[in-house]
């Protein structure tokens, strides 16, 4: 039996010492596979739809009543992908990249705004032929659902807030903070390297992940520098009208925050919740901005079991 063990683990170290060496070989193709075999675990498949001036990609998987997930500044459709594997079961769920996001059309020329964001949200919701669904967003795409709420009421079934940017008097975060000291922004790489920057700033625990596929995630992130920057200096001039407009919007609402946030404080939570009447507060320790990254399994039973209350 020692011996059968012992064989087993040489075999297990030559697999991934294998697989290690595939990714130092071919980070692109190993970046795509693994992606790949995670949608496939979670149930999901790649699609793309048009909308006035853009192609969205855009996952799709489950079934039943449609939930719709839009993710944040400089983020992508996958990063709900861990999250979806607790949620394709009971919803059909639709993970979207904004347009000058992920693998959705870039134009230089075109304006990201949120309220430009929110009425792109609408289109694509008529594109995929959704009159309405419920709705869930991280940081700057809770921000936009939140938006939406407002534009479109009746097409808010319910709102999934993940960490939602769009308060204004909610305490200065840390990345706020050093934006405004020093204009340093750490949530966009202008070369690969600063990609681990901004892994540690959105992540209390961050998830591992191989080298050579960070070294990806690095050079994609880089590659559309002067684009987010541009998207984020716009951004940070809007004005915050989200408190005045959202105020005793009934919508009902789930309001998720790790009070290890150092990209949006904490003290956000308790802003939504004061603004929506029918709002609750997950508040998740020693988790960071990303909590459907961070604890997808944790994140997903409290979403289904909120919704299980909300259908009673």
Do not use: C
Not at 28 to 51: C, F, P, V, W
Not at 72 to 96: C, E, M, Q, S, W
């Amino acid at each position: 039996m020692k011996k059968v063990l012992i064989a087993l683990i040489l075999v297990g170290v030559a697999a991934v010492g294998s697989l290690f060496a595939w990714m130092q070989l071919d980070p692109q193709g190993a970046y795509t596979r693994l992606g790949a075999l995670e949608r496939g675990a979670a149930g999901l498949t790649a699609h793309q739809l048009t909308i006035p001036g853009f192609d969205v990609a855009y996952l799709q998987g489950g079934d039943g009543p449609p939930l719709v997930l839009v993710h944040g500044f400089g983020a992508d459709k996958d990063n709900f992908t861990r999250v979806a594997k607790g949620l394709t079961p009971h919803y059909t769920v639709y993970a979207i990249d904004l347009p000058g996001f992920g693998e959705s059309s870039k134009p230089l020329e075109a304006r990201y705004g949120i309220r430009e964001q929110t009425e792109r949200l609408g289109q694509i919701m008529d594109a995929l032929k959704l009159r309405s669904a419920h709705l869930g967003g991280s940081s700057m795409g809770g921000w936009i659902i939140a938006a939406f709420s407002v534009l479109y009421p009746e097409r808010a079934d319910s709102l999934w807030l993940l960490a939602a940017a769009g308060t204004a008097t909610a305490e200065e975060s840390e990345l706020r903070r050093v934006y405004r000291e020093t204009g340093e922004l750490k949530l966009v790489a202008e070369t690969p390297e600063d990609f681990v920057t901004i892994m540690d700033m959105v992540f209390a625990q961050p998830p591992f992940i191989p080298g050579p596929i960070k070294t990806v995630l690095g050079e994609r992130a880089a590659a559309n520098h002067a684009l987010h920057q541009r998207i984020f200096d716009s951004l940070n001039t809007e004005a915050f009208w989200m408190e005045p407009q959202l105020a005793g919007n009934p919508v009902p609402a789930l309001i998720v925050w790790g009070d290890a946030d150092r990209v949006l404080d904490v003290s956000g939570a308790a802003v939504y919740d004061r603004l929506l009447p029918n709002g609750e507060v997950r508040i998740l320790p020693g988790i960071g901005h990303l909590p459907m990254l961070e604890a997808p399994a944790r994140v997903a039973e409290d979403y289904l079991a909120w919704r299980d209350r909300l259908g009673r």
